[in-house]
């Protein structure tokens, strides 16, 4: 019979990289299988509800960090829906007054013998995962799905798929990470990105799932994506380009700061390309005003930098208003088929602009 403990054991830090993962007597703990069952508490997130798609979602993001070898494998939970130590992993919600205070918590079960393997050198000894269960305060305010409007987002708005996301990474054996801009961020705005790409690990996350599972049949992936958020210090994001609705005259000058993070497994050279649209859905439909210099951004990082975009002449609509068109920027224009999953390579501004008329631009 195998002898099963809740995890309440010695956290360390990785020695060399950022992200971070739960140890126990020194031993890192994690899965020993490249399937993990979880089964999702019908009482509380039936099949086809927001809640049960949310955390299918979420589960999918996981699942598509290139170059690691380790999956959820979701289903219906049994009928009692009650999330105990019973041999299954489950994921469901309770009242938030049973988490005091908290939003999520996620338990670890672990075996308490060491497993050991052959050959120590290239399969160290782990403390072996046996079961997780994650516990979720059912608020009746948190917004399902990700974020529609990137503007409307306030730091304290619990946003539901940000959450499972977190509580999920914990599920895989990682821990809290305030140097990076990442979903295992103890803060509720850490992690955040918005856009095509609303809620999916981070480059950091990546990092630490593909080293705690690597998968050495994995081809190289090439994957940059367009950040509207930058980390400005642990626990905060904010806006890269500050928001505001602005009257321009040709020819005048935005000092633009933007931000493009590497998800993929290889080191990246790209570029971006401003452009302004009359809706907020930056595509190369659009007017093109700027172009940014190539720069090399690492496999796992964010690399955040600024750029002079000339504004022209801007046309007028047909109700004769001279805007407002969204400023946003293109990854990689010239060779977006490089990428995997080349979804994510756009992303519009919290900033507006709209035509000055020409007496206002005279009289400037």
């Known amino acids: 019979m195998v002898l099963l403990v809740a995890a309440a054991c010695l956290l360390l830090a990785e020695p060399a990289l950022a992200w971070r993962s739960a140890k126990c007597n020194r031993k890192p703990v994690r899965w020993i299988w490249?399937?993990?069952?979880?089964?999702?508490?019908p009482c509380s997130a039936p099949?086809?509800?927001h809640r049960s798609n949310d955390?299918?979602?979420?589960?999918?993001?996981?699942?598509?960090?290139?170059?690691?070898?380790?999956?959820?494998?979701?289903?219906?939970?049994?009928?009692?829906?009650?999330?105990e130590v019973n041999g299954r992993s489950e994921v469901g919600y309770i009242a938030p007054e049973n988490l005091d205070g908290a939003r999520g918590v996620t338990r670890i079960i672990y075996n308490v013998g060491c497993l050991?393997?052959?050959?120590?050198?290239?399969?160290?000894?782990?403390?072996?995962?046996?079961?997780?269960?994650?516990?979720?305060?059912?608020?009746?305010?948190?917004?399902?799905?990700?974020?529609?409007?990137?503007?409307?987002?306030?730091?304290?708005?619990?946003?539901?798929?940000?959450?499972l996301l977190h509580e999920l990474g914990h599920a895989f054996g990682l821990r809290h990470e305030d140097d990076e801009m990442a979903v295992m961020n103890?803060?509720?705005?850490?992690g955040r990105y918005c856009g095509p790409r609303a809620m999916e690990p981070h480059p950091d996350d990546r990092t630490g799932i593909r080293v705690m599972y690597p998968d050495p049949e994995a081809e190289p992936v090439r994957d940059v994506a367009a950040l509207p958020f930058e980390l400005t210090e642990p626990n905060y994001t904010r806006p890269v380009v500050r928001a505001g609705h602005?009257?321009?005259?040709?020819?005048?000058?935005?000092?633009?700061?933007?931000?493009v993070a590497n998800l993929g497994t290889v080191d990246a050279r790209t570029q971006i390309r401003w452009y302004l649209s009359d809706n907020d859905v930056i595509?190369?439909?659009?007017?093109?005003?700027?172009?940014?210099?190539?720069?090399?951004?690492?496999?796992g990082q964010v690399h955040t930098a600024s750029s002079r975009v000339i504004v022209p002449p801007l046309p007028r609509r047909a109700n004769g208003e001279?805007?407002?068109?969204?400023?946003?920027?293109?990854?990689?224009p010239n060779g977006p088929g490089f990428e995997l999953p080349a979804t994510n390579d756009w992303t519009y501004t919290q900033l507006r602009v709209s035509a000055r008329s020409p007496e206002e631009c005279a009289a400037r």
Request: glycine content about 8%; proline content about 11%.
């Open 186 to 190: 103890t803060g509720s705005s850490g």
């Open 34 to 41: 490249p399937q993990v069952p979880i089964s999702i508490m």
């Open 322 to 332: 001279g805007g407002p068109w969204w400023v946003g920027y293109v990854v990689d």
């Open 116 to 163: 050991h393997f052959l050959n120590p050198e290239t399969m160290p000894e782990i403390q072996v995962i046996a079961e997780t269960d994650i516990a979720i305060a059912a608020f009746g305010h948190d917004v399902s799905g990700p974020p529609r409007n990137c503007d409307r987002i306030e730091r304290t708005t619990p946003l539901r798929r940000a959450l």
């Open 55 to 83: 955390f299918l979602a979420t589960m999918a993001g996981w699942n598509s960090v290139p170059g690691a070898r380790i999956r959820f494998e979701p289903d219906v939970g049994a009928p009692t829906c009650r999330i």
């Open 47 to 49: 099949p086809g509800s």
């Open 246 to 259: 602005y009257g321009v005259c040709p020819n005048e000058p935005l000092d633009l700061r933007w931000s």
């Open 283 to 299: 595509s190369r439909r659009d007017i093109h005003v700027a172009t940014s210099d190539p720069v090399v951004v690492r496999a």
